[in-house]
């Protein structure tokens, strides 16, 4: 029984410790991006939409329906990249702009790929499964600051 207990004590401090510790060892070293209030709140739209985008697109291509997948990604594709004011693009760095271009270019060519009758899901899937992979190496790279 006491051995038991010792274990419980020593998870419970293991425990304790990680939680602890972790926090002040966890900086964000990543490359600051410095925009007003109101662009930050711009990028993080466009990146919820992002998000809703890509789960959708997933959900109906493995569906088989592409005119929703091509409902979904049209509007997230070159439009909106245009709409983007260039005082706020003008802020990002090159590699970061061009990582979202890319995503951007990404959505239109699911658009486009949708809209033909022998449109594959494999096809999309592949495409999105790619795209996201730039997901991940922007947020790995970059956070937003408010100046
Ligand atoms: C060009 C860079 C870049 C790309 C590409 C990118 N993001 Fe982001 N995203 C960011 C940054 C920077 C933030 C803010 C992170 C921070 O400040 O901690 C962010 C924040 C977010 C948030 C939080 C939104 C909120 O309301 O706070 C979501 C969700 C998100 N991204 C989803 C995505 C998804 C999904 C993709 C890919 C389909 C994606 N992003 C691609 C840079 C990017």
């Not at 569906?63 to 990249?81: E, F, Q, S, W, Y």
């Not at 245009?82 to 090159?94: G, I, R, S």
């Amino acid at each position: 029984m006491a051995k038991y207990r010792l274990l419980f004590v020593q998870i419970l401090l293991g425990f304790s410790f990680s939680t602890m510790v972790a926090p002040s060892h966890a900086e964000d070293t990543r490359q600051a991006i410095w925009l007003n209030a109101v662009e930050r709140e711009v990028l993080l739209i466009e990146m919820r939409n992002f998000l809703r985008g890509s789960q959708e697109v997933l959900d109906y291509a493995l569906k088989d329906d592409m005119a929703l997948v091509h409902r979904t990604a049209n509007p997230i594709g070159t439009k909106m990249l245009k709409n983007l004011p260039k005082e706020m693009t003008d802020k990002m760095p090159k590699s970061f702009y061009a990582m979202l271009k890319t995503l951007h270019y990404g959505f239109a060519e699911i658009a486009d790929i949708s809209k033909s009758p022998t449109a594959e899901s494999k096809v999309v899937l592949q495409k999105l499964a790619n795209m996201q992979k730039l997901c991940v190496g922007c947020h790995a790279n970059f956070q937003l600051k408010i100046k």
